[in-house]
């Protein structure tokens, strides 16, 4: 018989699960370069840059990794396959490390703790907030969800069913209410209640909608009329499967609403997961989370070692 602990993967497992589609258009790619045992010069670099350019690495990040190469293959620090990748893991590494900071919740008793939630429909936004009120109410902490978007009344009755499932209050009001009015009754309502964390949804209209930014704007004025610190954090959800659009989401949310971290989401189905090097060295804003699975611990605080570790892990998946 089996053991169940051989059919599930544990977290570095389910990561690197997650990785497989990014690391076959990366990892594998280079290694297969070096099957015929070729020398290392400037067309294996040619071949790494494409590489990296179509795993969505991006421009910026992919022309910082190959001067950095190429710099070690002058100077004959490029010997063979082994010594190739290890260059790579430390350009990977010094990209990703000033990113990796975690989300640091106070202490519970502080007063509601407000993370406001931004980025567009399908991006995965309201399940990430569901997944984080599950992750936050089972380290003890009371929290409560905001309804914000209510554009779209499916966002409304999915928040809902996180928050029965989760055990967690909502506050909501009907479709196309003020967005920025729901969430001052939010906080109201967690103040109230003695909350230690409010997570407030929002509309998620394409982010080149110009009433969008205005909306989201709106909503960071009125909810600081209560609480001229908030929000503690604003988080922005991006779909890794959308590659270089969703580095251009981050730079439009980033300058209308001033995003403080961000959650990538769906990496398990997507080949472009480099674009995590490529928002990182473009944007330099803390990754806080991702997403790797459908499961709500398959949502984790990001970790560039481990991140790194996953994509480059030896074996194909």
């Known amino acids: 018989m089996t053991n169940s602990s051989e059919l599930k993967p544990g977290l570095f497992g389910r990561l690197k699960n997650a990785l497989a589609r990014t690391r076959t258009e990366l990892v594998d790619n ?4 070096f099957a015929g045992a070729k020398k290392i010069d400037e067309n294996t670099l040619e071949h790494i840059e494409t590489s990296l350019l179509s795993a969505d690495v991006g421009v910026d990040a992919t022309d910082r990794i190959i001067e950095d190469l190429t710099k070690r293959l002058k100077h004959k620090g490029l010997k063979d396959e082994s010594s190739v990748l290890a260059a790579l893991r430390s350009n990977m590494l010094e990209i990703l490390a000033p990113v990796s900071v975690p989300l640091e919740l106070p202490p519970s008793g502080q007063g509601p703790f407000v993370v406001l939630m931004v980025g567009v429909n399908g991006s ?35 928040l809902q069913t996180w928050g029965k499932r989760t055990r967690v209050p909502v506050i909501a009001q009907h479709a196309g209410a ?28 394409l982010h080149t909608h110009g009433g969008l930014m205005d909306e989201l704007r709106k909503v960071v004025r009125v909810i600081g009329k209560l609480d001229e610190t908030a929000p503690h954090e604003t988080l922005l959800v991006l779909d890794a499967g959308t590659g270089q659009n969703a580095l251009a ?10 995003v403080s971290g961000l959650v ?19 944007l330099g ?12 611990d398959d949502l984790r605080p990001f970790d560039a070692q481990e991140f790194v570790d996953a994509l480059l892990a030896s074996g194909r998946s």
């Open 264 to 282: 990538l989401t769906k990496l398990d189905g997507t080949a472009r997961g480099g674009v995590v090097f490529g928002i990182a060295h473009t």
């Open 124 to 158: 995965g936004k309201t399940t990430t907030i569901g997944k984080l009120a599950q992750r936050w109410s089972g380290e003890g902490r009371r929290v409560m969800l905001a309804a914000g978007d209510t554009f779209r009344a499916a966002a409304v009755e999915q």
């Open 285 to 296: 804003v803390p990754i806080r989370y991702i997403g790797v699975g459908e499961r709500a």
């Open 178 to 205: 003020d967005s920025a009015s729901v969430l001052f009754d939010a906080l109201q309502a967690a103040k109230a209640r003695n909350c230690d964390v409010l997570l407030g949804d929002t509309a998620g209209r």
């Open 30 to 33: 280079i290694t297969d370069m």
């Open 249 to 258: 989401q981050a730079q439009e949310f980033a300058g209308a609403v001033g």
